[in-house]
């Protein structure tokens, strides 16, 4: 913007930068101060002395979910759930989407599949549907059941038909010239060429595999087959004392319930603080990957 | 090439399409999947005999569009604010904060939520004590759930709803604030004059693709936040098909509920695509 400094002007910026100062702070202090409690010693925690700061400093409540071996079986069954439906979505994502980018004159029923797939995101069967297939194809209770059901996803199939779009024709012309069929032009010239929308896409499906928690809790009938998060909404959101041994409710005695749920929400937000500068740096220009088009 | 999406997709969503015949049966998962009993209605008159249904409906729409008013009211002004600002570090700092919570799940948040919002010792309740405000039971009191709800979303959401407002004001042709100056437009006419208008297309588009959103109140967010003393204030459609349905194993009627959700969702959606498909030439493919 263009205008002279005035009085006006100044004040208002004074008070902007305060007000946005105010508003970020209150974004971060409710994680400060669960870092806070999950550092704290118990009696603090107890006699609510813990604000922002840690009060005697104690790293038990970490070491106690790091001994905890249901969640290690959690995580690994998260990691496992990462790798392996992050690989088959996007090897599904770009494989739907590069004939669906062609243009009518290269794959005249184009428009017949983009609404097959489209009408999904329109319209579904809902919860008790899907979940009485998965029990008749008996994936439950298999680490399957997390993977296989959201394989094509659609909104990621269509940022990425959208991304393949914008290469010019005659990349894969040229290709077709000297020999290459469609395979090949698609793994070594479009995939190479859209690595800044294939990175957008993948770190979209990590997120979307760690965060994921409700099909764990439906699809999972033992509860060793957990993963991360279905297992945190288990023991931080309806937290039973019946369900502990007596040797872990004497070691919890000396532990505060709020420390260790603090401890194993910090543990499990990590890895997305670890893929945070990558996901700030790719998701606007997903955003915009999405809606730029004509 | 399309052969294994095209078979993925016709297995896990459209034959669950065709399972919504459970809707019109007397459905007993013991007797397998052809051999149940077709009750025509009776299921849909079931739910509308429901002394709470309509309590449901009305919580959903009422958290629903209140969170649809927020989500655009918030990031809105906050972007207008933040493109105030001409520090860039400042200005980088901010959404890198602001934008964080959208990456946690509502586990995590819910987690961080419960803790912070504790009648007793909660932290929120420790701070407004100091200007003697009694404490309050954010998630325990039908008069206060569906607020909770709205800011706690609001928190989560804001933060990336700003960056593509941000985005939508830094494509605005800078020519148009010099000629503003030029004729004497201070600052806050510039805002209105030329920030907002450069705005409206974005605006008006999300507010179009919210339509399809009314019947979304957030299950993630709520199934980990109620319990059973709010259900008057915050049970919303999805959270009563999941405890018709998983819990208290009434298939039928449970799948009845859904259907019509995703019934009028359908017909929501479809209309809010239209219209931005021919008044704004919005197109997803």
């Not at chain 1, 994680?31 to 409690?37: G, R």
Request: contains cysteine; glycine residues 6%.
């Amino acid at each position: 913007m263009y205008t002279t400094e005035t009085r006006g002007s100044r004040i208002f910026k004074v008070f902007n930068m305060i007000f946005l100062t105010c508003v970020s702070a209150a974004c971060l202090i409710p994680f400060i101060h669960i870092l806070a409690l999950s550092l704290s010693d118990n009696a603090a925690v107890m006699a609510g002395q813990v604000k922002l700061w840690p009060v005697r400093w104690t790293v038990e409540p970490y070491l106690y979910v790091l001994e905890k071996q249901p969640f290690w079986r959690a995580f690994g069954i998260t990691i496992q759930r990462v790798v392996l439906g992050t690989l088959l979505n996007m090897f599904l994502v770009i494989l739907l989407a590069y004939p669906l980018s062609k243009g009518k004159h290269k794959f005249s029923k184009r428009m017949l599949y983009v609404w097959f797939f489209f009408l999904t995101m329109l319209f579904n069967g809902g919860l008790i549907p899907s979940y009485i297939l998965m029990k008749e194809l008996g994936l439950m209770d298999t680490i399957w059941v997390l993977i296989l059901p959201g394989a094509v996803n659609i909104f990621n199939l269509l940022l990425m038909l959208n991304f393949f779009r914008q290469i010019p024709d005659e990349m894969e012309d040229a290709a077709n010239i000297d020999g290459a069929g469609h395979w090949r032009t698609l793994w070594q010239i479009y995939v190479p060429m859209s690595t800044p929308a294939i990175a957008t896409i993948a770190l979209f499906f990590i997120v979307g595999h760690w965060n994921a928690w409700f099909d764990g809790l439906i699809y999972m009938n033992r509860a060793s087959n957990y993963p991360l998060q279905s297992y945190l909404q288990t023991v931080v959101l309806q937290f039973n004392f019946q369900t502990m041994s007596p040797t872990e409710a004497e070691r919890l005695a000396r532990l505060n319930d709020r420390s260790i749920k603090g401890a194993q929400m910090i543990v499990a937000a990590i890895p997305i603080l670890v893929v945070y500068p990558f996901l700030q740096k790719y998701f606007v220009s997903g955003i915009r990957l999405g809606s730029v088009k004509g | 090439m399309l052969l294994p999406g095209v078979a993925f997709v016709l297995l896990f969503a459209y034959v669950p399409m065709g399972g919504v015949s459970i809707a019109f049966q007397n459905f007993l998962p013991l007797r397998g999947l052809f051999n149940q009993d077709w009750n025509g209605l009776e299921n849909f008159r079931y739910i509308f005999s429901m002394p709470n249904i309509w309590q449901v409906v009305w919580n959903t729409l009422f958290i629903a569009v209140m969170k649809i008013i927020a989500g655009l009211v918030v990031p809105i002004t906050f972007a207008l604010l933040l493109n105030e600002v001409k520090n860039v570090v400042f200005k980088r700092t901010t959404q890198t904060i602001i934008y964080f919570p959208y990456f946690l799940s509502w586990i995590i948040l819910g987690g961080i939520l419960i803790d912070i919002l504790s009648p007793s010792s909660g932290i929120v309740n420790q701070f407004l004590g100091l200007f003697g405000v009694s404490p309050i039971y954010f998630l325990g009191e039908n008069s206060w759930f569906p607020f909770t709800m709205v800011a706690s979303d609001v928190w989560k959401t804001f933060g990336f709803s700003t960056i593509i407002y941000l985005a939508a004001i830094t494509s605005i042709d800078p020519s148009l604030y010099e000629a503003a100056a030029v004729d004497g437009a201070g600052r806050w006419k510039q805002t209105w004059h030329i920030t907002l208008p450069g705005m409206q297309m974005i605006i008006v588009l999300l507010m179009v693709l919210s339509l399809g959103n009314v019947l979304d109140a957030g299950f993630d967010q709520i199934f980990n936040l109620y319990s059973p003393q709010v259900y008057a204030s915050g049970d919303i459609i999805d959270t009563m098909v999941y405890r018709m349905g998983l819990q208290q194993a009434q298939f039928g009627p449970s799948t009845a509920v859904g259907l019509l959700k995703s019934l009028v969702s359908f017909i929501l959606i479809s209309t809010s695509y239209l219209i931005a498909y021919r008044v704004f030439n919005y197109r997803l493919f």
